[in-house]
């Protein structure tokens, strides 16, 4: 199956930088929306595929390269889920892209220029690797190529108007080049050779412009209308009947923090309803028949079976995100996809990373924020918030939640043209990324000193 999987592709993407490009729309459609697709060897993409099973102390990703990196699929009539990998964004990103209708052959007329790298894939030889050593190094091959191969693609912008995806943090990608000795990540987001590059990528950091987030890949990837329909009447109808879930791992050890103090409240609340004694939950919701839920994530247990945390979300009114080792959790966009109000408790987590799907000013209308440091340190009860917010408003999140929907999906490449009227997650960052592309060389010109 991955064998196919890398020959089909092989295929499309020769296709792609070698073909004239028929598209269904017409030139005008695509005035100022002209992406080139930057020919690379296999060795930055497929090739580094064909190892899916050589990192030791990785787990072995192979079964996630099918149909083209959306997974398995969850049982064989599924028709919209799949077993997706978080890591399987970079493949996901650039099948789409071949799909894309304003390709264009020639880099003269082209606004922007894709570079199909598999970053964080590259990255597993030394994160986890026997160069894990030199890590200083990952990205360098790259630009080489970029220098001696056509290299005044590169240099009339330079590199401005060139974009990838990284389908890890930013953290992973941020080590300092003088660590010594080093420490864990390799230093691509710190080669200067990159800084003008905008990179797309799950979580980037608070300060570089350099970096936007886009959503993690969720399982749901609808092939047409009438399945992702389907799917938003079921969401619609679904009987909430849990007041909030965590669905997660950690929290179980004795330090404070915010998974501790979940867990201990969830254990509390449950304990308490059971015998009998949250006399006020009963009499405020009596809608609901558990008052919160905990779906353990431990040990990755969680991450390619959607099975055991969608059924839950859709069961719940509120989903709890809490961080982790980073901010951000792929456990959002599931919530959204479920129709479950996400609450947070630190920006970070969502506010200040994706801006151009889930637009900042609009948070109060589909989530909750509760800060962390109230919970842990100050005894404020998660349980107490959600509840003082009146069924009325609750209503009205879970309505704008389902309109989010489509945002945050990545739907099935070769998906209908019904399902292509509406934007998905991929479509949205193209949208933003062509956008920075174009207020960047528009800022350049106005500073271009004059002779």
Known sequence: MAC???????????????????????????????????????????????????????????????????????????????????????????????????????????????LPYYAAIDSLRYLYGPDVNSSFQHGLDLFEFLQSNEPEIWKKHMGHDHFLVMSRPAWDFSQPLDNDPPIWGTSFLELPDFYNVTILLPEGRAWPWQEHAVPYPTSFHPPNLACFDAWVRRVKRSKRTSLMLFAGGGGIGATPNIRRSIRTECNNANNSSNNGNNTSFNKSTRIYSKICNIVDCSNGICEHDPLRYMKPMLQATFCLQPPGDTPTRRSTFDAITAGCIPVFFEELSAKMQYQWHLPEDKYPEFSVFIPKEEVVFKGLKILDVLMAIPRSEVGKMRESIVELIPRVMYRRHGSSLGLRTKKDAFDTAIDGTLQTIKDKLSNMLEHRPLV
Request: hydrophobic share 40%; with cysteine; charged share 20%.
């Open 4 to 114: 196919l999987t890398l020959l089909f592709l092989l295929l499309l993407i020769k296709f792609a930088s070698s073909q004239q490009i028929s598209n269904p729309i017409t030139t005008e459609d695509c005035n100022n929306r002209w992406i080139y697709i930057r020919n690379l060897p296999s060795s930055f993409n497929l090739d580094l595929l064909a190892k899916c099973s050589e990192y030791p102390l990785f787990d072995d990703f192979c079964p996630y390269l099918a149909n083209h990196g959306l997974g398995q699929k969850t049982h064989s009539k599924s028709r919209s889920w799949y077993r997706s990998d978080p890591l399987l964004l970079e493949l996901i990103f650039h099948r789409r892209i071949l799909e894309y209708p304003c390709l264009t052959n020639d880099p003269n007329v082209a606004n922007a220029v894709f």
